[in-house]
Every structure is written in C-alpha cells, then in structure tokens.
C-alpha cells in the first residue's frame, strides 16, 4: 500500500489537479461519499450493477446506487453502459487497462510512476544464507537474472551495484532492462561509495530508491534526499514474481 501511495504521489507532481486519498471504505458507495462525480470503467460499472454483489438483491442494489453521486462510466470493449453516463474519451485511450500494462505494454505507465531502483547487490545477496559464499559470481548472476524479470514485468528503472571486477560475461552497463555497474575501487564500502556518487550527480535524487539494509549507507543516501527500502523487501517482491 504505501508503495502504492507513494507512486500515485509521484505523478500528483507534475498533475497538480489529482491528489491521492487514502480511504478505509471498500464499498464504492462509502468511497464516493461526499465527492461530486465517480468515475469508473465500464467493466467495474457493470459489477457495480449486478445484484450477485447485493446478497441477490436488485432492491437493495438499487438502494446503494441511489447513494452516489453523478456517475460516469469509461466505455470498454464488450460492455454497455446502462444507467449512467458515459465519459467521452478519445478512442485511442479506450484499451488502456492495468492488467496491460503489467503483462508489459509498459507504455502505458506513466514515466513518473515507474520505480528508479539502485539495489545495493552484494547487500542483498548476503541477506539471505544460500549458499553464496561458494559462488560470487553466480549469485551476482542470479541476482541480475531475478531485476531483469522484475524490470521486464514492472518496466521499473532498475540499476544494480556490485563489489569485484566485471565478469567477461557481465560488462558494466545495461543488460536486458537493467543497468548493471560495479564499484570503482577495492576495499570498504566500495559500491557503498559508488552507490553515493551517482546519487549525487541525479538531477532528481528525490526519486531514486536505494534498496539495502545497510545503516551507514542509508543513512548517506537519504542525506542526498532518496527512501531507503530494505533488502528483504525486494527479495519478497522477487519471490513472489518467480511464484507467478
């Protein structure tokens, strides 16, 4: 929920005509309650009509639909809108749906909604004992693999930084969706510092999210003005796409 806030808040920047409420109402009658228009798609309008949602009941469904205010309905493919108006869009937009634009027509997200990620690699690697130890490279391999299947389904702006020499194999730069960079020098703190630099050369560090559990680097970044989010959240995220 708060990353979806905080996406939505996103785009309210440059659309100072839309602001992001968060409600407890689940009923579309609740969630309306006080506004002057609803506006819904015409396959939710739809639902919204069906007495099943209503115990079975077209009295009580027509007791709710009293309680909103003027409706106005999207026109989708396969559905007729009965009942309300319906919003004159352009054709062009008419198709535009969520589930499309997470089975990867990614031009239909918003450039300002879509996550700027730096993922502090060799932090989230070792937040999980599997193993890696044994295999570096491999793990960092692994990792990679699992941001190219995230950014490919999200189109989220991925970057990951990475301890040790490029691979042969895995140049600096980007590959399939993910920008992949490695720190500058040996030593402590390496990509920690090179984490830091890019940070702060970004025209809009505000929007970047460092993904890493380490303290002293969070606390560096958010200094430059990017959110922190730690590297077991990242990892759920990355679980629950491999599931799907």
Known sequence: MAERVAALERLTGTRPWIRVVVTDGRLITDIAAGYDVVVMGADKWAQVRDPAWYQGSATARDDALQQLPRVLVAPRAGFTVEDAEVLDIDPVHADVSSSAAREGEHHLIAPEYRRRLIVDGNNVIGSRPDGWWRDRAGAGRRLISSLQGLAARTGDRVAVVLD?????????????????????????????????????????PASLIVVTSDRGLAERVRELGATVVGAGSLLAELDALAAE
């Open 164 to 204: 040790g020499r490029p691979p042969a194999d895995m140049p600096e730069g980007v590959h399939r969706g993910v920008l992949v960079a490695y720190a500058t020098r040996s030593g402590r703190d390496a990509a920690d510092d090179r984490i830091v630099e890019e940070i702060a050369r970004d025209r809009e």
